[in-house]
């Protein structure tokens, strides 16, 4: 496959966007749009497909005559943008299928439709980008219209801050990456990326660029503390977007991550996989804690992308480790898990935030306060949801276990490292990501008890309905995919072997000795893993269950002390709640880190009025970054706001201050 190829339907994303423009309003537009979507992602996910499955190495590049003056554009298609294009429109194609139906219950759908198809062309653009120009202004294209996107909810109350906290962000990670290729470009005039592996950095030029990498591209990926933009302005998002927010735009930024650390910079050092190990560690425990003091649905699912953003940091920062100390099998198994869990929580976050959006088409609610006994009302999107559930809880055999389950390979194998910062880091980490495991189970155990189980809380949701087959069809395919991965994920090692190697290049195969069923990362003698295994096992005992069960069980009338004050009709005020279910956890972790408090205001006997119960948290991060950063702007402004009213004698001797004080720093820098 060549890259004017892939341009060429890229193009064709631009096109659907100019026919939104001209039939948005009209009722065919939104299927017309978002069918030209779902085929163009569909063909660059086959021909991506096609290119990894034939393993062509030689990279296809193309240039056109377009950019800053005396510049052009340089587009390069490799195996790592092979890669990311396939896990981009994979979940383009679905989310757009999905679209044709969902678009229809959009109250103002002109708002959506000219910046969805830009979306998805603007993320193929980063990633088959070749130089700096080209880069950024993909990048920034990809921003404004996911921006867009999210303002197109702008009647909601919450939706305009959230809309100008992500604005402010994408600003932040743009200028972030805009000194990244500065530094890496040097003092040459050529800012193409085959120019920048030429370049040989300093230890402390390289040292900058990874600060603003982490900045830049850290920011929109989600790294904690730069992740509170990503809370909320993915829900604020209508539900197929936020499906391609958190499961596909977070990992164009980790595209970003892995092409800068991996291919541009040049030599490693040891101790920025220390750095990006203990941002991953923090990243991971942290956004599973916020999740799970969650009641809104949207907004959890928001959290939990954050926590798996720090999974596949953690497999970055190994692989940068293992690299730097000589280990280049173990770098390519701890890159082949981030990879993997790239795919897989593109995957499975995905089908989330879609079912999420059917569960918010058919209720109108995303608080999960109001839900309950929608697996008798939505049974298709019940099982999705649970099969979802199980995937991003990393329960095998599906397919969240086999990443993460390579991830705990790398971190077991950590000690081979002959750093003692990194001996101790390694190991600490891998306990925070057990916690985070554990936490992430409980969260989606709430998440599916209180949404879909038990009685229902209000009205409208007692009266919901299935939604259509265009909106249960992607949730199926995705459904099936987070089975047949974790079942038989050798497919895609397969499709990951050639992309490893191509990072790493001093390691011939990585994961040789794994076979169609089994993975064996180190050798016979070492750990393994059988997704069919496990699933023949809990098939057998299941069946071996229900069997006694049913054969021994005794169906005969017993008689016990009345429960529950004899009422045999719960009501279902009495059922848990989403906050009375995650108490236990605030009891423990939010006290200290969130400042959690419960606010009781309790009826005295004989008072007829109703009972109140508020839950406050508080973030620890905006609270000590961004709240006084905040401040300080607005000081500056205000300070600033007085220049307003100067008059022109001001203005010019300001003009003139200036001026000497660039004079001065231009001769002391010659």
């Known amino acids: 496959m060549s890259v004017d190829v892939i341009l060429s339907a890229i193009a064709c994303l631009f096109a ?72 981009i429109n994979l979940l383009g194609g679905l989310a757009s299928l999905f679209g044709i139906e969902y678009g229809h219950h959009e109250k103002e759908p002109i708002r959506v439709l000219p910046f969805y198809p830009i979306f998805i062309a603007g993320m193929n653009l980063v990633v088959i980008s070749d130089d700096a120009f080209s880069f950024l202004v993909a990048w920034e294209l990809m921003s404004l219209a996911s ?85 909320l302005a993915h829900p604020a998002a209508p539900s197929h977007v936020s499906a391609l927010m958190s499961g596909v735009m977070t990992k164009v930024a980790i595209y970003a991550i892995i092409r800068i650390l991996f291919d541009l910079i040049g030599p490693l050092q040891w101790w920025w996989g220390g750095v990006l190990l203990i941002l991953g560690g923090v990243t991971a425990l942290m956004g599973v804690l916020y999740a799970v003091m969650q009641h809104d649905l949207k907004r959890l699912l928001a959290y939990s992308t954050v926590e798996n953003i720090g999974i596949i940091i953690i497999g970055i920062s190994l692989a940068l480790a293992f690299r730097a100390n000589g280990f280049p099998m173990l770098a390519a198994l701890s890159l082949t898990a981030a990879l993997f869990h790239v795919l897989n929580h593109a995957l499975f976050k995905s089908l989330l935030f879609l079912g999420s959006g059917a569960v918010l088409t058919a209720t109108g609610h995303r608080d999960m306060e109001h839900m309950g006994g929608l697996i008798h009302r939505m049974p298709v999107t019940a099982f999705t949801f649970l099969i979802g559930s199980a995937a991003i809880s990393a329960l095998p055999p599906f397919n969240g276990f086999v990443s993460e389950w390579l991830t705990f390979q790398a971190i077991l194998n950590g000690v081979q490292l002959p750093q003692w910062a990194l001996k101790f880091a390694t190991p600490v980490v891998g306990a925070m990501l057990a916690l985070a495991a554990a936490l992430a189970a409980v969260c989606f155990v709430k998440v599916f008890g209180i949404v879909f189980l038990g009685r229902a809380r209000s009205q409208v949701v007692a009266e919901a309905r299935e939604v259509g087959s265009l ?33 790493i290049p001093d390691v011939a195969m990585p994961l040789a000795n ?91 006997p004989g008072e007829t009025r109703a009972a109140h119960f508020k839950v406050t948290l508080r973030d620890p991060v905006w609270d000590g970054i961004y709240a006084p950063v905040s401040k300080f702007v607005m000081w500056i402004a205000d300070i600033l706001n007085a220049t307003r009213f100067f008059s022109i004698r001001r203005y010019l001797v300001m003009i003139f201050i200036t001026l000497i004080f660039l004079l001065i720093i231009a001769a002391i820098m010659q």
């Open 16 to 87: 659907a966007s100019l026919v939104a423009l001209l039939s948005g309003r009209a009722r065919f537009g939104t299927s017309l749009v978002y069918g030209i979507c779902f085929v163009v992602c569909f063909f660059i996910a086959g021909e991506s497909l096609t290119t990894l499955l034939n393993g062509v190495k030689e990279a296809s590049t193309y240039e056109l005559p377009v950019g800053l003056p005396l510049f052009h554009s340089h587009f390069r298609m490799d195996l790592l943008s092979t890669f990311f294009l396939l896990v």
């Open 147 to 231: 921006w867009f996107l999210v303002l197109s909810t702008h009647k909601e109350k919450t939706t305009p801050y959230a809309a100008y906290v992500y604005l402010v962000m994408a600003s932040v990670s743009t200028i972030a990456l805009f000194v990244v290729f500065m530094l890496l470009a040097g003092s040459g005039s050529d800012y193409t990326f085959a120019a920048m592996r030429a370049n040989h950095l300093t230890a402390f030029t390289s040292n900058l660029v990874l600060l603003f990498v982490i900045l830049g591209a850290g920011s929109k990926a989600g790294i904690v503390p730069l992740h509170v933009w990503l809370p």
């Open 471 to 503: 909106m249960l069809l992607p949730m199926i395919v995705l459904t099936a995919l987070c089975a047949l991965i974790g079942i038989l994920p050798f497919g895609v090692l397969v499709l990951l072997r050639p992309v490893v190697t191509s990072m």
């Open 514 to 604: 794994t076979n169609w069923h089994l993975l064996i990362p180190f050798g016979a003698d070492g750990s393994s893993y059988s997704g069919l295994t496990v699933l023949v096992a809990v098939a057998i005992f299941a069946s071996l269950l229900a069997v006694c069960i049913h054969q021994f069980a005794s169906n005969k009338v017993r008689r016990g002390a009345a429960w529950d004050c004899g009422f045999p009709d719960q009501p279902p005020e009495t059922q848990y709640t989403a906050s009375s279910f995650a108490q236990p956890i605030r009891r423990v972790f939010g006290t200290s880190i969130f400042s959690a408090r419960d606010h009781v205001d309790m009826p005295r």
